[in-house]
C-alpha cells in the first residue's frame, strides 16, 4: 500500500479492504447492461459464501495520487 499524505492506513484487521474491483463504464445504463450478464449474476448469486460487505460507489472523476 502506498503512503497516502494525510489518509491514515493503520486500521484494525477487521476494517480493512481485503480486495477490489473497480469497473469503468460511460454510464449507469452500462453498468446495468454489465449486472445483468449471466457471467456477474453467477457471482452475485454467491457472493454471500465469501462477503462480509460489499460497498459501491458512484465516481465523477479520479486523480492518481502515486505516479510511477
Known sequence: MHPTLGVGHDNPTFRRYHGSVVVGADSRAAVEELLKSEQ?????????????????????????????
Open 40 to 68: 456477474v449474476a453467477g457471482i452475485v448469486a454467491d457472493q454471500h459464501t465469501v462477503l462480509t460487505a460489499a460497498h459501491a460507489y458512484t465516481v465523477e472523476r479520479s486523480v492518481p495520487v502515486v505516479r510511477p
